[in-house]
């Protein structure tokens, strides 16, 4: 059962919530427990919801949180996702600023330090930080420090991909009151639309071009392996936030915007197709006939891609050998 609301700390400006999910991650939610519990930023408090562990996660929780004290809390619910459990986080959450981490995931020491310093410094409501993919199966593991936005066309660059993972921001609590939390619509881009109302909501951001946030590649059944679900979630989260906010993207032409959007799609699909990822590639050729995103080029491919799949494979498999 979801865990019953019970007395919040009185809300504090300064202090940093850092919502934590946790969905059997034994062997990373220690870490992940004690990088909030190290940084650098005294006043800090981490609220874990447990989203029905059927691991050692629970116990390692309840131990966790008995030792470092009223910083931690632990709450309950049953299985319903990363989202719902942000959420519910979030409501438990007592502090002006915000920040997001799952646990498998880890920041620097001084992370939270430095990204409260920039949004004290600059009165934005939004600073962001660079990251590194690390673990088994990474696709990279360069770091990487994403632009200052605030510099570009926020807009464009923000419809591109999706600027940072849940885990490389600090926000404030007001702002992502204002715009409601989390959606629980599309499990696999929640992040990507938060941002994007996010942005439409403020556009005070500040970049602190430093790599403080570590993305851990596991085999637990990681979403983000999930490559065709995350394509066509990101897809509607971009469609939603350009039928939602007409007033931030009238400044880019049509062609821009259909390339931006719909064209995200027939990108990926090829993208899919060309490294022989073809599960991927015939779910998401498939979508972009569905869905008008495609020119008589492209035929070609997406014919093949609605026959079965062992055909489709096959099919390939020939294109390949005489190519």
């Known amino acids: 059962m979801e865990t019953k609301p019970d007395p919040i700390p009185p809300a504090t400006s300064a202090r940093i919530s850092v919502v934590m999910p946790c969905y059997n991650a034994a062997p990373f939610v220690r870490e992940a427990v004690e990088c909030v519990m190290g940084q650098t930023r005294g ?20 131990a966790l949180a008995a030792a470092h004290g009223p910083r931690m809390r632990v709450l309950h619910q049953d299985r319903k996702g990363p989202y719902p459990a942000r ?27 430095k990204l409260a310093n920039a949004l004290e ?70 992040d990507y639309d938060l941002w994007l109302r ?68 027939l990108r990926e699909a090829y993208r899919a197709y060309w490294r022989r990822e073809l599960d991927d590639a015939q779910v998401l050729l498939r979508a972009a006939l569905r869905e008008g995103a495609w020119g008589v080029r492209d035929l070609k491919y997406i014919l093949p891609a609605l026959l079965p799949a062992p055909l489709f494979r096959r099919l390939v498999g020939l294109a390949g050998s005489t190519g």
């Open 198 to 265: 996010l942005y439409a909501h403020t556009q005070k951001i500040v970049r602190v071009p430093e790599v403080m946030a570590f993305y851990r590649w596991h085999g637990g059944g990681q979403i983000s392996k999930t490559r065709w679900k995350q394509v066509l979630d990101a897809l509607r989260v971009r469609r939603d936030f350009v039928a939602a906010h007409p007033e931030r993207i009238a400044h880019l032409p049509a062609a821009r915007l259909a390339e931006l959007t719909d064209g995200y799609l």
């Open 87 to 113: 959420n519910l986080g979030l409501r438990h959450a007592s502090g002006g600023l915000v920040a997001f981490l799952d646990a498998d995931d880890y920041l620097s020491p001084d992370c939270l330090d």
């Open 121 to 190: 410094r600059t009165d934005a409501d939004i600073a962001y930080c660079g990251w590194q993919n690390v673990g088994e199966g990474a696709p990279g593991t360069t770091p990487y420090v994403p632009p200052d936005y605030a510099a570009l066309d926020t807009a464009a660059e923000f419809l591109r991909a999706c600027p940072w993972p849940i885990h490389a921001a600090l926000v404030r609590r007001a702002a992502i009151d204002a715009v409601g939390g989390f959606s629980e619509r599309c499990f696999s881009a929640m």
């Open 43 to 62: 006043d800090v408090e981490l609220i874990v919801v447990d989203d029905g562990s059927t691991d050692a996660s629970r116990d390692l929780l309840h």
